[in-house]
T-cell receptor, first 113, second 115 residues
Framework: GENVEQHPSTLSVQEGDSAVIKCTYS??????FPWYKQELGKRPQLIIDIRSNVGEKKDQRIAVTLNKTAKHFSLHITETQPEDSAVYFC????????????FGGGTRLMVKP | KAGVTQTPRYLIKTRGQQVTLSCSPI?????VSWYQQTPGQGLQFLFE???????NKGNFPGRFSGRQFSNSRSEMNVSTLELGDSALYLC??????????????FGSGTQLSVL
């Protein structure tokens, strides 16, 4: 089955700096890669996703890049703000029935004001 | 629209007991997935249901089971509870499990403590 590795497990940045979180996946058939943000004590929420037919997707200060050959994808947050502090989870999923969404271990991002 | 509703919010049980957790998806969503969240372990997939059928099952022992009803509501049952089952159990719904409707909407979770 799919295996998703996420790094780093914790990341501390200064407000205004950029943050990058990286994930690798094992199943070359995976074609859907979402990122979820979970603030302390709250439920995970989708912040951005990408499919294997594109290499990059942006939404304001966040972007995701995908390298299918190397089987890794990354989340980039620019101009970080204190409200970006949360746990971020990457995930990967293949096509068709029988393929489930597999999450990485999570990255705790702390943005220091 | 109401969000995903999970009940109860908190549960305290003792070893050997069984427990049933409930999840009501967003109206119109037919896919429900369950995840176990523990500190340091991220989100571990338990199972996924779509139209009352189990599509996938994660690597958990047979003590963990689930079902989905015709109104898409889902229940998860854990029998013979162990201390290691203490965790936050999250349910998530989506319109469909594949294609363009895969976005998961999570509930607030049920915090299970096994003493």
């Amino acid at each position: 089955g799919e295996n998703v590795e996420q790094h780093p497990s914790t990341l501390s940045v200064q407000e205004g700096d950029s943050a990058v979180i990286k994930c690798t996946y094992s199943d070359s058939a995976s074609n859907y890669f979402p990122w979820y943000k979970q603030e302390l004590g709250k439920r995970p929420q989708l912040i951005i996703d990408i499919r294997s037919n594109v290499g990059e997707k942006k939404d304001q200060r966040i972007a995701v890049t995908l390298n299918k050959t190397a089987k890794h994808f990354s989340l980039h947050i620019t101009e970080t703000q204190p409200e970006d502090s949360a746990v971020y989870f990457c995930a990967a999923k293949g096509t068709g029935a029988g393929n489930m969404l597999t999450f990485g271990g999570g990255t705790r991002l702390m943005v220091k004001p | 629209k109401a969000g995903v509703t999970q009940t109860p919010r908190y549960l305290i049980k003792t070893r050997g007991q069984q427990v049933t957790l409930s999840c009501s998806p967003i109206s119109g969503h037919r896919s429900v997935s369950w995840y176990q969240q523990t500190p340091g372990q991220g989100l571990q997939f338990l199972f996924e249901y779509f139209s009352e059928t189990q599509r996938n099952k994660g690597n958990f022992p047979g003590r963990f089971s689930g079902r989905q009803f015709s109104n898409s509501r889902s229940e998860m049952n854990v029998s013979t509870l162990e201390l290691g089952d203490s965790a936050l159990y999250l349910c998530a719904s989506s319109l469909a499990p594949t294609g363009q409707n895969e976005k998961l909407f999570f509930g607030s979770g049920t915090q299970l403590s096994v003493l």
